[in-house]
T-cell receptor, first 115, second 114 residues
């Protein structure tokens, strides 16, 4: 069984400061890891993914994430936060063995960027 | 192709009625997924199709739920005898074969059972 933990329900960051949204995972095989963002009453928008290769993955809107196999983590980061980054962020994992169960999501982290 | 399309966007129904949702995936994607998202939670997997074959069903998918993808293109999700606990956002996603390609989500259908 695969699982994702997002330990923070909410993260508050001042505009212009760096941000980190934490994610840890558990999966039996090699992980495929994803970050999605959700705005109110909308579906999920893809930000970035880690499949293999470099541990630092760059994605949309200036976001990046660092894969750490030993800590089973995939934290989302951005060097300088914008007010428009305020949204609900989901980390997700699938098993590289085929993903027949689809993605397993964390509960989400509300990111609030204060002007 | 403008992405994954879901209809309707919103549905309000009385308890006990049947409802049906439609999902049109990205045309070249052969995998289609249904998820359910309740307030304060991440999306939960319901079921998965590869082409027209339904290959996986979650324990969350009770007998009142049925999904089809008759020609391997669009899919429908039907809920019979709706209950208040069925109120949620129902999300559809599609992907190409292999989990590495990622999933493209639709905007969802918000169901309210009154």
């Amino acid at each position: 069984a695969q699982s994702v933990a997002q330990p923070e329900d909410q993260v508050n960051v001042a505009e212009g400061n760096p941000l980190t949204v934490k994610c840890t995972y558990s999966v039996s095989g090699n992980p495929y890891l994803f970050w999605y963002v959700q705005y109110p009453n909308r579906g999920l928008q893809f930000l970035l993914k880690y499949i293999t290769g470099d541990n630092l993955v760059k994605g949309s809107y200036g976001f990046e994430a660092e894969f750490n196999k030993s800590q089973t983590s995939f934290h989302l980061k951005k060097p300088s936060a914008l007010v428009s980054d305020s949204a609900l962020y989901f980390c997700a994992v699938s098993d590289s063995g085929g993903g027949a169960d689809g993605l397993t999501f964390g509960k989400g982290t509300h990111l609030i960027i204060q002007p | 192709d403008t992405g994954v399309s879901q209809n309707p966007r919103h549905k309000i129904t009385k308890r006990g009625q049947n409802v049906t949702f439609r999902c049109d995936p990205i045309s070249e994607h052969n995998r289609l997924y249904w998820y359910r998202q309740t307030l304060g939670q991440g999306p939960e997997f319901l079921t998965y199709f590869q082409n027209e074959a339904q290959l996986e069903k979650s324990r969350l998918l009770s007998d009142r739920f049925s999904a089809e993808r008759p020609k391997g293109s669009f899919s429908t999700l039907e809920i019979q005898r709706t209950e208040q606990g069925d109120s949620a956002m129902y999300l559809c996603a599609s992907s190409a074969s292999g989990g590495s390609y990622g999933y493209t989500f639709g905007s969802g259908t918000r169901l309210t059972v009154v």
